[in-house]
């Protein structure tokens, strides 16, 4: 194989770092630098803690009783211990804020457990913790000599996109999302009619409270749902939301029934009734058709 032929395999070679922004590649090194300066100062700390308690004990011993060693160095009652232990919790913490930034940025639902499952060594059980020693010395070893890199949890977290982008596994998570919201998955039918350029809602997608005669009207969790997939169809945008669709989105009963959604160009409106149905009408027959077979599917 001659040397051409190995630079061009080097040149396409794909890496995580070429599957993520700029952006993202920032806050992925950010976050491994935070990790690994934080380790090394928790074990200097400790070192150092461990060293101190050691001599004010060498001190003392002779002229006060065992309580008094670490009168001097006492803090919060924290010993040299409490650093070891937050030392062994970096790596899940470290793999917490890589997850949570890729799903609130992109709106996906990477599981953090499959990856801590593959990253971090197994706990043993229970009984094996009591009967071999070697077995929990060896767990709590594996964790504070882990260096984990960014580079290491993206790896898993393309594992579980499979293969899709982040945008791609955000809208099947959207229409997935809104397929289950719009059908009655133990019989198996859907709770939606198509009627012209109205969906229609038909069960328990609603709710209205009256109270001092005045009502007060507030969305399920499954319409809500809908209503995401809603703000995709009409912006391509995951995360982006039309002002009156975030406003229904949003906490807190809404006094009106009827909401207008004036500045979207594929839905109108959404009307809720008394008996839990909800109205979404479009602006042509044809968008309708095409939000139902793409993001909530036509019975088969």
């Not at 309580?67 to 790596?91: C, G, H, M, T, V």
């Not at 293969?163 to 709770?191: M, N, P, V």
């Not at 207008?260 to 979404?280: H, P, W, Y």
Request: hydrophobic letters at 35%.
């Amino acid at each position: 194989m001659n040397l051409n032929l190995l630079e061009k395999m080097a040149a396409v070679e794909i890496k995580a770092d070429n599957r993520i922004s700029e952006k993202d590649h920032r806050f992925c090194e950010i976050q491994q630098q935070a990790y690994h300066e934080a380790k090394d100062a928790l074990q200097k700390i400790h070192d150092q803690w461990k060293s101190m308690s050691e001599r004010q004990t060498e001190l003392l011993s002779p002229i006060v009783e065992p309580y008094y060693l670490d009168q001097y160095i006492r803090i919060s009652n924290s010993d040299a211990s409490d650093f070891i232990k937050k030392i062994e919790a970096l790596p899940e913490i470290f793999i917490n804020k890589l997850v949570s930034y890729f799903n609130n940025t992109y709106k996906v639902s990477i599981k953090e457990f499959l990856i801590t499952g593959k990253l971090l060594p197994a706990e043993p059980d229970s009984h094996v913790w009591d009967r071999e020693h070697k077995a929990k010395t060896e767990y709590h070893e594996k964790l504070r000599s882990m260096k984990l890199t960014y580079k290491d949890i993206l790896d898993q977290i393309f594992i579980q996109l499979g293969g899709q982008s982040f945008t791609d596994r955000a809208l099947d998570e959207i229409k997935e999302k809104c397929h289950s919201a719009a059908w009655d998955s133990y019989h198996g039918k859907s709770e939606y009619e198509l009627k012209k350029d109205t969906i229609r809602f038909v069960r328990y997608f609603c709710n209205c409270d009256s109270w001092c005669s005045c009502e007060k009207w507030s969305l399920c969790d499954s319409m809500k749902n809908i209503l995401r997939g809603l703000a995709f169809f009409e912006t391509s945008v995951i995360g982006s939301y039309p002002q009156n669709i975030a406003y229904l989105l949003g906490g807190g009963n809404k006094e009106y029934s009827i909401v207008s959604f004036d500045d979207c160009t594929k839905a109108e409106q959404l009307k809720m009734f008394k008996n839990g149905r909800v109205d979404i009408k479009f602006t042509s027959k044809e968008f309708a058709e095409q939000f139902a077979a793409e993001y909530l599917g036509h019975v088969c």
